[in-house]
């Protein structure tokens, strides 16, 4: 499940940059809301998907991140996409103005990007609707780029700073060797690990009580080393609506992070995010491979 497509010119106003089979460039964003939006209501960091709609009837999903930053009618902000699981990303200058309950965007300039020779970036223009009280951006998108396809965008507000460098690079672990490393007082920035005995109820995002031992380790992890930072991530398998994977992995990740501030974590060391079923480790058409895609996982961005 993966874009298809070799970029065949060059685009208007942007050097002609590569990437490897998958992600999108070229951002032009309208936004039809359903009510004027207010100033900085928009502003901040969002995360989300772009679902795109294969010719054979099945999905892609990608993980994007906007950053907006209001002033009156008008709009700044960048945009960022990544190809799962490599070191290839691409970040643009996004400007944009807000007419009555219209928004739009549109990408001005390449910031920064890492990208692999022979592919090209979708070039495409996108209209959501807002809603302020679940602050969710949802909306359409259609290409410009021969060869693209048309599909959805879902964004949420993030409490996560955006990146505008390059991709971070992470090591899989587990929360045993966490613990025996910060023991050998070796770092342990950058290492990630499943949240393996942390379940949740059937298609929702509630905890179930089987996670609060499992849990309550890290909590103690947190509490014993007050200077480690960390990142949450949750992911979905492929079954159900893409949207709703998407906002149930979000949910997830949140549900985490609640229940370590509940317990004495600080917010400001707790980030999160929702990547739906965009990032699989395993086949979603096997039972072993769905459940190794449904989880959450735990990064280290500091200690």
């Known amino acids: 499940m993966k874009i298809m497509f070799k970029q065949t010119r060059k685009q208007e106003s942007l050097p002609n940059h590569y990437f490897s089979k998958v992600k999108i460039v070229f951002i032009s964003f309208t936004f039809l809301l359903l009510q004027v939006v ?20 099945t999905t892609t999903n990608f993980a994007v991140w906007v950053e907006l930053k209001s002033e009156g009618r008008y709009l700044s902000g960048k945009f960022r996409s990544e190809q799962a699981n490599t070191p290839y990303f691409k970040v643009s200058k996004i400007l944009g103005k807000i007419d009555g309950s219209n928004v739009v965007f549109k990408e001005d300039t390449i910031l920064n990007h890492k990208t692999e020779e ?35 965008l ?14 971070a690079i992470t090591e899989t672990t587990t929360l045993n060797k966490i613990q025996g490393l910060l023991e050998e007082k070796k770092s342990i920035i950058g290492k ?20 609060y031992a499992y849990l309550n380790e890290i909590v103690k992890l947190l509490k014993e080393n007050l200077n480690i930072k960390i990142h949450l991530k949750g992911n979905t398998d492929s079954d159900g609506d893409d949207e709703n994977n998407f ?19 600080a917010i400001n060391r707790i980030t999160f995010e929702g990547y739906g079923e965009s990032r699989p480790i395993g086949e ?19 200690e």
């Open 154 to 167: 879902v964004l949420v507000k993030s409490n996560k700073q955006f990146n505008s460098d390059k991709t």
């Open 192 to 211: 990630q690990f499943v949240l393996a005995d942390v379940n949740f109820q059937s298609a929702k995002y509630s905890i179930t009580a089987s996670s």
């Open 284 to 302: 979603n058409e096997t039972k072993d491979g769905k459940q190794v895609n449904r989880r959450v996982e735990l990064l280290i961005i500091s």
């Open 38 to 57: 207010a100033l900085g209501q928009i502003d901040g960091s969002w995360q989300g998907v772009l679902i795109q709609n294969n010719q054979d009837g």
């Open 247 to 265: 906002i149930l992995s979000q949910k997830r990740a949140e549900s985490v992070a609640d229940y370590l501030v509940k317990k004495g974590i």
């Open 118 to 152: 022979g592919f090209g970036w979708c070039s495409i223009i996108a209209s959501f609707i807002y809603n302020q009280q679940a602050q969710k951006l949802k909306g359409s998108y259609t290409s410009r780029t021969k060869g693209c396809v048309s599909g959805e």
